[in-house]
């Protein structure tokens, strides 16, 4: 099946125009980025490489209807007409998820439940027998989005979100999800090469993300995706795809990637989860609180997702540490391009640093900036004013 299909990729909002690059490079053809994501045309062989090599989107969906509607009756019709059994076997069981923005129906419960009745109806048209819900661990998972007029339905096409590549197995409070940190090392300017350091590593993310990068990994390479559970599904295309894959990593080795916590936990847990994902090699970790932190070299990058008030709960404490961070920086890390995501507007001002960018971006549901602090020897003090 090489026809070209209709496909959507979301991803963390403030990504979009980087995830519409990296479709383009993987050969995706009529894109078009919206907020949240990218629509974009392409085959099978297509679908499978996204899933496979796209490290910031976080799900691939089929769309495989839409239409206008006025009210739930006219969802249910849309989605009865569909070809469900074409698409997966009765024995898969599947889930519904609808969203919507200023759409007029009432409920979207409502709505999920006549979709669901609508793909079970269809089936025992066709065969006689309905396919059973999960909605924890579905085989097939089915996207539906309404507009105030209009709808898509989809067929999902990853399974489990992207950004759960299959390698970090521990974790500690509010983890950053991985395609959100490939976004920001993109952000960053960062290439395999230059010196990459994050002080406050937490349960490593970064680290593996960079890793992955510098080694030329697909992120995809260690799991499972919802399109082998479709009749469509092309187990000879994709062997050949996830060799190719193989064949174009690298071995590991140190890559110029450093990571550091204060918290002694938090380092060995990183530890744990690089060595799980065999590139413990590629990285080196330290344990010192950041205000004593000697830069590993005299230039480089820095990317940190500091504890804010959702992680560390305490305001004060923050309007304490900042200061401290700032004056570290100042003293020690010239010559360094800092970045720093936070959902805390005052860290600059409290840091006493200037902010060259203000990225807007999102970390699950929470709003956050995406803060750009290039230390250049004596140039970065913000003096208070009187």
């Known amino acids: 099946m090489s026809a070209s299909l209709s496909f959507f990729a979301t991803c963390p909002r403030g990504l979009e125009a980087l995830l519409k690059d990296e479709l383009t490079a993987l050969g995706a053809t009529q894109l078009d980025a919206t907020d949240g994501g990218v629509g974009f045309a392409g085959d099978l062989a297509l679908c499978y490489r996204a899933n496979l090599h796209s490290r910031l989107a976080t799900r691939i969906l089929w769309r495989v209807g839409k239409g206008k509607y006025l009210n739930e009756e006219d969802i249910y019709k849309a989605a009865f007409a569909l070809n469900w059994p074409g698409w997966f076997a009765v024995g898969k069981n599947f889930m519904v998820k609808v969203t919507a923005t200023k759409s007029p129906v009432k409920s979207l419960e409502f709505v999920t439940l006549r979709i669901k009745d609508a793909v079970c109806d269809r089936f025992r048209e066709a065969v006689g027998s309905r396919p059973y819900i999960d909605t924890k661990t579905p085989d097939v998972r089915v996207h539906a989005y309404l507009t105030d007029s209009a709808y898509e339905l989809f067929v999902d096409t990853s399974g489990a979100a992207l950004y759960q ?19 920001i090392l993109k952000l960053s300017g960062w290439q395999p090469g230059t010196p990459l350091l994050d002080p406050m590593t ?185």
């Open 202 to 386: 937490g349960s490593g993310t970064f680290l593996l993300e960079a890793a992955m990068m510098a080694l030329n990994i697909a992120p995809g390479s260690k799991r499972k995706f919802g399109f082998e559970n479709l009749k469509n599904f092309d187990a000879t295309l994709w062997q050949k795809l996830q060799q190719q894959a193989l064949q174009q990593a690298q071995p590991v080795s140190f890559q110029k990637l450093y990571g550091n916590d204060m918290d002694l936990r938090a380092v060995r847990i990183a530890r744990q989860n690089l060595q799980q994902a065999g590139l413990l090699d590629a990285v080196q970790l330290t344990n010192v609180d950041f205000t004593v932190l000697v830069p590993p070299t005299d230039h480089g990058v820095l990317v940190a997702n500091p504890p804010y008030g959702v992680r560390i709960g305490e305001d004060e404490e923050l309007a304490a540490l900042y200061p401290k961070m700032g004056e570290a920086l100042k003293r020690r890390f010239a010559g360094w391009n800092t970045y720093f995501l936070t959902n805390d507007m005052r860290m600059p001002k409290l840091m006493r640093l200037a902010p060259s960018k203000r990225t807007p971006m999102f970390n699950g549901a929470l709003e956050c900036r995406l803060f750009e602090i290039k230390m250049v020897a004596g140039s970065n003090r913000k003096e208070a004013k009187e």
């Open 165 to 183: 590549r299959g390698l970090r197995r521990n974790s500690i409070e509010a983890p950053l999800r991985e395609n959100l940190a490939a976004g």
